[in-house]
């Protein structure tokens, strides 16, 4: 019954950043960062999502780092950031603002990917001038603008009230996790993943879960029972890409269809059969390849093109 904060070894163990920082958002709060691969090369910038951190991101970084500047950081509360007493969708902005203006140049433009939680981070801070100024494209994978827990079939019955005041008691347990063992497992694929799911994605995924702090579990769970981002979605003006798989529990495709309708520009909605929440970790492959797409076709510096300044494009 192993307390690692996540798997040592395989596809999602996570890389050795070539370095790290702290970033220090506006209320204090400070943010553990991460940055892989070469220095010059086009930036991508990954947010993870609820009870989760950097090393979710493993099987990303990896591929990416060979030709991408990476920038991967915890959120507030999870992985190496230390908890914070402001809960919201704004501090969420207030940190992923930060990490923008610390780790990009001027103008510098960066495909932006963000999971569950991270895609509401970016929702969040859409109208922000960082992300205004630095988002070339967004991904957003497994994730929703309002309405989470009323939508969300982790409890299997009929949608109502009753389904509804079970979703809020399970989400927003203050009961710790414990260590991770097959029956914790079992219950962590049941809840996020799809039924297919490979153990080592499950394994991966519980360990990283399962080292987040309850109270932090439980301060994130009131915010995302109460979001309501909807007004963030249709600020989204940068082309964005959306992955859902059709198994998701927590996220269901009806937010991601949602979002496709609502979003400025949408340039595509992806909906993988049988998969669940963990689109990251249960579709390595294709989230990477979205993300690298983005990049190449979004990025002036992949393109060998010259970043045009916000100031001569308005």
């Not at 959306?242 to 309708?261: C, E, Q, S, W």
Request: aromatic share 4%; charged share 20%; proline share 9%.
């Amino acid at each position: 019954m192993s307390r690692l904060l996540h798997v040592a070894e395989g596809p999602y163990a996570p890389p050795v950043p070539a370095h790290e920082l702290t970033v220090t958002a506006a209320d204090g709060a400070r943010i553990h960062v991460e940055v892989h691969g070469p220095e010059n090369a086009p930036a991508v910038v990954l947010a993870h999502g609820w009870c989760c951190s950097t090393a979710f991101w493993a099987a990303q970084i990896r591929e990416l780092a060979a030709d991408h500047r990476v920038i991967a950081y915890d959120q507030r509360g999870h992985g190496r950031s230390p908890a914070n007493p402001a809960y919201g969708t704004e501090p969420l902005a207030d940190d992923l603002e930060a990490v923008l203006e610390a780790t990009l140049a001027p103008g510098e433009q960066a495909v932006l990917a963000g999971h569950s939680m991270g895609g509401m981070t970016l929702m969040a801070a859409a109208t922000r001038p960082a992300v205004r100024e630095h988002a070339a494209a967004v991904l957003l994978s497994s994730t929703g603008s309002a309405r989470l827990v009323a939508s969300a079939t982790v409890v299997p019955m009929r949608a109502g009230r009753m389904r509804t005041w079970l979703t809020r008691r399970i989400l927003g347990s203050r009961a710790p996790l414990g260590p991770v063992t097959p029956l914790a497992r079992r219950i962590l694929k049941y809840g996020t993943m799809g039924p297919g799911s490979a153990p080592q994605m499950v394994d991966a995924c519980a360990r990283i879960v399962h080292a987040c702090p309850s109270r932090v579990r439980h301060g994130w769970s009131q915010v995302l029972d109460l979001l309501d981002l909807d007004h963030g979605v249709r600020e989204l003006r940068m082309p964005v890409e959306i992955v859902v798989g059709t198994a998701d529990r927590l996220t269901p495709p009806v937010h991601a269809r949602a979002l496709a309708a609502a979003l400025p520009d949408c340039v595509g909605l992806t909906e993988l059969p049988g998969l669940g929440h963990m689109t990251p970790v249960e579709a390595p492959d294709l989230v990477t390849g979205k993300i690298r797409a983005l990049a190449a076709t979004y990025i002036p510096s992949a393109r060998g093109e010259r970043a045009v300044p916000v100031e001569e494009s308005a």
